[in-house]
């Protein structure tokens, strides 16, 4: 039982390459979020995923785009990096519908993937 | 004006110590708080969480929730250098799909 996966942990980008971060989860969980994590800044919300099939912008989407493969993954993808874009990238995820306050329904983090775009 | 505030520290104290770390926030809507922690070049875990007003105990760890000030914190009692990382606050609404952090606390705790 894994939890949460991503793939790669480290990466190194020249400005204008292109990449995908993966993330891939064994929990059975319906919500699935990409954040990027920045000195000072916190976490901030990049994209979700309430359920397979649907996508939505968080707080800081310019740049990014994403795929809910199937239940299991959510990708990151950018199309072009940029320096700004320089960032430790998390997916987390939610175990039940938002709505459901029983127990402890909070996100489960991934390890991180460290990106550095030159 | 940023929906949740916490000061960054860094936060330095002696073994032993009791700890407060604490956040503000301007969301009327936030029901759902939560305390991760956070170690260096690892990802967020769990520390606790509540729903709503009131306080919640775990060992050494107590969350606290006061709505009417939209405040809420984290004591830490008996600290120990273990403790030393980043605390993160978070918080959501009732059926909000959106969990806020706040930038983290970065706690040492001195042997």
């Known amino acids: 039982n894994a939890g949460v996966t991503q793939t790669p942990k480290f990466q190194v980008l020249k400005t204008g390459q292109s990449m995908t971060l993966q993330c891939a989860q064994d929990?059975?969980?319906?919500?699935m979020y990409w954040y990027r994590q920045d000195p000072g800044m916190g976490l901030r919300l990049i994209y979700y995923?309430?359920?397979?099939?649907?996508?939505d912008k968080g707080e800081v989407p310019n740049g990014y785009n994403v795929s809910r493969l199937n239940k299991r993954e959510f990708s990151l993808r950018l199309e072009s990096a940029a320096p700004s874009q320089t960032s430790v990238y998390f997916c987390?995820?939610?175990?039940?519908?938002?709505?459901?306050?029983?127990?402890?329904?909070?996100?489960?983090f991934g390890a991180g993937s460290r990106l550095t775009v030159l | 004006q940023k929906e949740v505030e916490q000061d960054p520290g860094p936060l330095s104290v002696p073994e032993g110590a009791i700890v407060s770390l604490n956040c503000t926030y301007s969301?009327?809507?936030?029901?759902?708080f939560m305390w991760y922690r956070q170690y260096s070049r690892k990802g967020p875990e769990l520390l606790m969480y509540?729903?709503?007003?009131g306080n919640k105990e775990d060992g050494r760890f107590t969350a606290q929730v006061d709505k009417s000030s939209k405040y809420i914190s984290l004591f830490i009692r008996d600290s120990q250098p273990s403790d030393s990382a980043t605390y993160l606050c978070?918080?959501?609404?009732?059926?909000?799909?959106?969990?806020?952090f706040g930038a983290g606390t970065r706690l040492f705790v001195k042997a």
């Open positions: 995923s309430a359920s397979e099939g649907t996508t």
């Open positions: 978070a918080m959501r609404s009732t059926g909000g799909f959106k969990t806020i």
């Open positions: 509540t729903y709503s007003s």
């Open positions: 929990m059975n969980h319906n919500s």
């Open positions: 987390a995820t939610l175990p039940r519908p938002v709505a459901d306050l029983s127990g402890a329904n909070v996100l489960t």
């Open positions: 969301n009327s809507a936030f029901q759902y």
